[in-house]
Nanobody, 117 residues
Framework: VQLVESGGGLVQAGGSLRLSCAAS????????MGWYRQAPGKQRALVAS????????NYADSVKGRFTISRDNAKNTMFLQMNSLKPEDTAVYYC???????????WGQGTQVTVSS
């Protein structure tokens, strides 16, 4: 599985960005996908996740009500709509795909999101 993120950039506080993650390869094996972020000096942390079957979602408390995760299974693409961005959202955002039976995570290369105050 290969994951390629796009859509990061620089935005002012209160603005919006939409991240995309395109998956290729053995995508049929993916059970769930998600977005993680890592700010300088901090550990990588879950932002949001979505199940491939059923589409159930999960969000970090810090982004609930502001971020929306979605996916287009036909195009093997996942999205993260980020609204009302805050400076504390500044981080490198990584796309994740989990294959449950392998207990293995695939990662994208990351995309930088910078929110200026």
């Amino acid at each position: 599985v290969q994951l390629v993120e796009s859509g990061g950039g620089l935005v002012q506080a209160g603005g919006s960005l939409r991240l995309s993650c395109a998956a290729s390869g053995n995508t049929f094996s993916i059970n769930a996908m998600g977005w993680y972020r890592q700010a300088p000096g901090k550990q990588r942390a879950l932002v949001a996740s979505i199940a491939v079957t059923g589409g159930s979602t999960n969000y970090a408390d810090s982004v609930k009500g502001r971020f929306t995760i979605s996916r287009d299974n036909a195009k093997n693409t996942m999205f993260l709509q980020m609204n009302s961005l805050k400076p504390e959202d500044t981080a490198v955002y990584y796309c994740n795909a989990r294959v449950a039976w392998l207990e293995y995570d695939y990662w994208g290369q990351g995309t930088q999101v910078t929110v200026s105050s």
